[in-house]
């Protein structure tokens, strides 16, 4: 008995689409910056989702398409992106891309309007930092904070201060500073490494006592921060709807937690970067480039976390979200004036960056100070006393 054989011929009745070429090749997520994707076939009403780094699928909102052609696509990425996205076609067929290589995150918040004559409209708004002090600013109120611990946070915000002009000053608090329970909640919804982010609820029944602080202080693991955390970073923010059906969005306060225990200068420097770094409206990033932002990664700022430092500084002085004071430029970069003799620097394994976060030098144990053009550097690893520590030189 013959078999019949069959054989299936599958026809691709649409055509794919493909990528040629995309602009720029490094781009921050959140920040509207233009990515350009050229290549064939995009359609005229496909979807486009970006990879964010737990895994998940980031949908884009309509504001963030700003123009779809057959073979143009130009977008800004969303915030927390990696650099894989895809196309969704109109019969669900998916084709995954490699895009341009996310160097700096910057939170976003996302609106939708039901009921607009045009149908749903969901909008993506960036967040801005606002005159919150009436110093141009924000104060950042430090309790238990003395010697070392002290040192160390003061440098990392002057550190942040020197290279994006980030108006945050310090002042040191008490007890009474430090968040009342009842009168607000925290939710940490994302710890990955050594920090959690969280948000800060109020608790409509009561006042918020101490009213809107920036609390810095030493809390207990397992109750003001998740217990597999070293440090977290939680925020109040604000929004507000404008004429246009588009919102603005600023931090009002925030809180940085450090978790009790026995914290070195550099392990509470580096830490101190990079919650000041979400405090700042960063989110996290992946492990592609060097970044203060990579969960437990990172010692100094990298050149791309002061890039979009001076993103973020940039957009929050050019204008006023919700009829706030927008924040001011704060210009008092120190350089702390200490006596020693260069040639007493005991450096061990340190790398020397200029003030863009540029890696000037790595040098095994003694700096050449010829090799170095008049500037202000940061250097890493310098020992005194026993003790590591970053320290800022300037070579006339
Ligand atoms: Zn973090």
Request: hydrophobic residues 35%; charged residues 20%.
């Amino acid at each position: 008995m013959k078999k019949l054989i069959y054989i299936l011929f599958f026809y691709i009745t649409a055509s794919y689409s493909q990528v040629s070429s995309i602009s720029p090749s490094f781009i921050g997520a959140g920040s509207e910056e233009v990515l350009t994707i050229n290549g064939t076939n995009f359609g005229s009403k496909n979807k486009i989702e970006f990879k964010n780094f737990y895994g998940y699928w980031n949908p884009i909102y309509d504001n963030q398409i700003r123009s779809w052609e057959d073979n143009q696509i130009k977008i800004w990425i969303p915030y927390n992106s990696t650099r894989e996205f895809k196309i969704i076609t109109t019969d669900n067929v998916e084709y995954l891309f490699e895009g341009a290589i996310i160097k700096y995150n910057i939170k976003n918040s996302s609106y939708g309007f039901g009921s607009s004559s045009s149908g749903s409209f969901n909008y993506v708004s960036r967040l801005n930092l606002i005159d919150d002090n009436g110093l141009g600013g924000y104060t950042l109120t430090l309790v238990g904070f003395e010697g070392e611990h002290l040192q160390a946070f003061k440098d990392a915000v002057e550190r942040w201060n020197c290279v994006t002009g980030i108006n945050w000053r310090i002042e040191l608090g008490t007890e009474d500073d430090l968040p009342d329970r009842t009168s607000t909640t925290t939710t940490f919804d994302n710890t990955e490494g050594m920090c959690a982010i969280g948000k800060i609820k109020r608790n409509s029944t009561k006042e918020i006592t101490p009213e809107d602080k920036n609390v810095v202080y030493f809390g207990e693991g397992g109750v003001d921060l998740p217990s597999s955390a070293a440090a977290a970073h939680t925020n109040i923010t604000e929004s507000c709807v404008i004429e246009d059906n588009t919102r603005q969005y600023y931090i009002s306060y925030f809180r940085i937690i450090f978790k009790q225990g026995n914290w070195k200068y550099n392990n509470l420097y580096k830490t101190a970067l990079h919650e000041l770094g979400h405090a700042l409206g960063f989110g996290h990033i992946g492990g592609d480039i060097p970044s203060i932002m990579y969960p437990g990664g990172g010692s100094e700022l990298s050149q791309y976390d002061i890039e979009g430092g001076r993103n973020v500084m940039a957009h929050s002085l050019s204008f006023s979200p919700c009829q706030e004071v927008k924040m001011n430029r704060l210009n008092t970069c120190i350089l702390n004036v200490s006596d020693f003799s260069l040639e007493d620097l005991k450096v061990i394994k340190t790398n020397i960056y200029n003030l863009s976060g540029l890696l000037i030098l790595t040098v095994k144990d003694k700096i050449n100070y010829e090799d170095l053009k008049s500037g202000i550097y940061i250097i890493e690893n310098v020992y005194d006393n026993g003790r590591k520590r970053i320290h800022k030189i300037a070579l006339y």
